[in-house]
Antibody, heavy 120, light 108 residues
């Protein structure tokens, strides 16, 4: 079946980097964009950015530009989200989600989420 | 950046109708999607393109979008509908997706 499976929970110190993976299966990897969305404890959803796996092109929310990088590996149908310069405010569950090519498309499949905790 | 405004909470008795508004400047000109999130779970899309239901979503869920308000309506509410609901649009001016702040639906 169509699914996105994410890597496991991470605990990082302030200033460190974290790289979360999202492996796609059950569909043609390059036919859909992948979005990253995060959710701080008890808070709402925050969109982080989008990657087009077909051409390895990414776009990020202005708030995180310079700290976030999204890449893909077509050989394993995996998308990666790396966040650097971690702060306590980055503590959140990070989700990848699939969307049809283009903007203004809904996210029809979500990963299970990856908890990232930032603490000294 | 574009802001979507939702009430923090809505309470409804079983069998009644829940109405969840999502306010935004001229939101009627945008495609609105709605997500349901239950505790400890990833969000699930329950309405897309204002009023289209994905496969498997009950007909009790409906949507509308006009002017400055989009609305998700849940008819004949059941205990299983208790969840957080988020609206979402694409902000073309800033090339980014935007979520509303979320509404917690409580079934009394």
């Amino acid at each position: 079946q169509v699914q996105l499976v994410q890597s496991g929970a991470e605990v990082k110190k302030p200033g460190a980097s974290v790289k979360v993976s999202c492996r796609a299966s059950g569909y043609t990897f390059s036919d859909y964009y992948i979005h990253w969305v995060r959710q701080a404890p008890g808070q709402g959803l925050e969109w982080m950015g989008i990657i087009n796996p077909r051409v390895d092109s990414a776009s990020y929310t202005q708030k995180l530009r310079g700290r976030v990088t999204m890449t893909r590996d077509t050989s394993t149908s995996t998308v990666y989200m790396e966040l650097s310069g971690l702060k306590s405010e980055d503590t959140a569950i990070y989700y990848c989600a699939r969307g049809l090519p283009g903007v203004a498309k809904p996210f029809d499949i979500w990963g299970q989420g990856t908890m990232v905790a930032v603490s000294s | 950046s574009y802001v979507l405004t939702q009430p923090p909470s809505v309470s409804v008795a079983p069998g009644k109708t829940a109405t969840i508004p999502c306010g935004g400047n001229n939101i009627g000109g945008k495609a609105v999607h709605w997500y349901q999130q239950k505790p400890g779970q990833a969000p699930v899309v329950v309405m897309y393109y204002d009023n289209d239901r994905p496969p498997g979503i009950p007909e009790r869920f409906s949507g509308s979008n006009s002017g400055n308000t989009a609305t998700l309506t849940i008819s004949r509410v059941e205990a299983g509908d208790e969840a957080d609901y988020y609206c979402q649009v694409w902000d073309s001016n800033n090339d980014q997706s935007v979520f509303g702040s979320g509404t917690k639906v409580t079934v009394l």
